[in-house]
């Protein structure tokens, strides 16, 4: 195993601003690069089928712009260019973030009948007020033409995540500049505005969530991602969400690798349900946290009639409603008790907090066979950062690590940090050195437990101050009052140590199999051979492939 460094990397920032990068709300906005000029775009939707308009949205501080949309797949293909488009400075709502920007449409163009399905680069390009180039970056899905298509895969991006993450205009899920103090996180946000930077490209080397370090003893944690972010004008979310860090990796593997693979948004699950019925396998990968009960609909529909599902995908956490005709993403997540109007006048099945929480009565488990809240964090700031990197294998004799010379007790993408850094997991017991799920997991009958790694939803040392904490205890004292209705010490206790599992079950008619982890593109993008040989075991035993 290559030796990891034990120095984090230096980004240039003082101290003070590392600081700021860590837990400070840094943001992209409109005027945000004052004289030197910019360029913003945002399109009226987020996905579109060949023959579709699309209206595209854009604001600039120079008065033409020059677009170029390439397909981002297997390999890039530019399939449209234009020059001189005109173009101008448009005004943007202070609270764009929840309502959307409300710029009117510059430029439309059609989605060619010969597009193939995939995720498409739209680059917008402009001068800057001393003649420098100056960028903005989109991302638009292609979707498939209707029919069924045996031997294909349908990928779903997971852009209720994107929506969730994007940090443009000053608020999200996470944060924001909402509330009577303009400091607290918003339970609405649009489509309707720009992505953050980093969410469509990514330059090569940008950090990762988890660490590429080994942390010296009491060492207080650092987080390079939020560093490089800050220091090179990213979102500061860039590597929690998007096209760029996730989805991509898993669709462009899965075309250099020979396989025919088409794209759809969440919007498609949850208002075009029929689209699965297309496909034999259907794939999830990255960050996949945010989940209408319409999107869990369709793909429990799915498997009961025969379809095959791979999750190679963690973090299943939150419930959503949308609204506007999907111009808008809710979700109260911590304040939904006290905030979200279901719970007064409405059906609290859909309330917008965990999947786990009683009165929804929908744990994740149900869908995907694991759950978020018996998961969590691994990898990073005081949560197993010394943990292990790869999935600790209980069952190499099962299918899926067919060819991979695994042995009972070896760890699975280990070179590539494939274990981190939200994981899914369930309540388990071991039985004869081998895991089973609990009585009280609520797991699927037939569930095979083939891989399990630890993970923590609490960041605790005896070694750090409280200042050097940044997760601490929050999460935890939320599930514990979520499932047990108090955050009492002896409720944390029950629920601070989690896990990360590879699960395989049969329901209905299908199957479905889980790796709990949003990293696991992490060992396509580094070509780890053993990740790549199970991904492969996986999507040919869907495909009906020998």
Known sequence: MTKLPSDFPDFGLTPEERRFAERGHFYECAG????????????????????????????????????DIMRDGGTETKVFQKSGIATRWQDTPDQCSVDGCGWETTFEFEIGDDWPSSGYRVTLTAESRDGRPIHCHHILIVLPKAGRKPGRILQVAATGTWLAYNTWGGSNHYDGI????????????????????????????????PLEMMMPPKTVPRYPHKEWAYARGHSKKYA?????????????????AGYDVDLASQHELHFSPEILLDYDCVVFAGHDEYWTWEMRDAVDAFVDQGGRVARFAGNF???????????????????????????K?????????????????????????????????????????????GFPIYQPDH????????????????????????????????????????????????????????????EESADLAPEDVLISDGDGRFVAELLFGEASSANIE?????????????????????????????????????VERVTRNVLNHYLGRR
């Open 494 to 530: 029950k629920i601070k140590r989690g896990s990360g599992m590879i699960v395989n079950f049969k329901r209905g008619e299908g199957e479905v199999f889980h790796a709990g982890t949003c990293e696991w593109v992490a060992g396509l993008l580094r070509h780890d051979a053993m």
């Open 240 to 256: 929690s969400a998007g096209w760029a860090t996730y989805d991509s990796h898993f669709f462009r593997f899965a075309e250099r």
């Open 345 to 389: 006048s409405g059906d609290v099945t859909r309330a917008t907090n965990s999947w786990e929480a009683p009165e929804i009565g929908r744990p994740g488990v149900q869908t995907f066979g694991l759950n978020a809240t018996d998961g969590s964090y691994v990898g990073w700031s005081g949560c197993a950062p010394r943990g292990v990197r």
């Open 178 to 209: 909402t509330g009577p103090n303009r400091n607290q996180y918003s339970p609405v946000v649009s489509t309707q505005r720009p992505c953050g930077r980093g969410f469509a490209v990514l330059p090569p080397g940008a950090p990762r969530v």
């Open 32 to 67: 945000m690069d004052g004289a030197f000029g910019e360029i913003w775009c945002y399109s009226d939707r987020v996905s579109y089928r060949p023959g579709e308009k699309v209206r595209l949205q854009v604001s600039s501080t120079a008065p033409r712009f020059t677009i």
């Open 399 to 458: 299918w899926a690590f067919a060819g991979t010379g695994l042995f009972y007790g070896d760890l699975l993408g280990t070179e590539s940090h494939i274990f981190g850094y939200e994981v899914d997991g369930l309540d388990y017991e071991i039985r004869n050195g081998l895991p089973y799920p609990s009585p009280k997991s609520g797991a699927p009958d037939g569930l095979e437990i083939l891989a399990v790694g630890m993970a923590t939803l609490v």
């Open 317 to 343: 956490m939150w419930q959503t409603r949308l609204e506007d005709e999907g111009r808008q993403q809710v979700c109260y997540k911590y304040r939904a008790r006290a905030e979200d109007p279901v719970y």
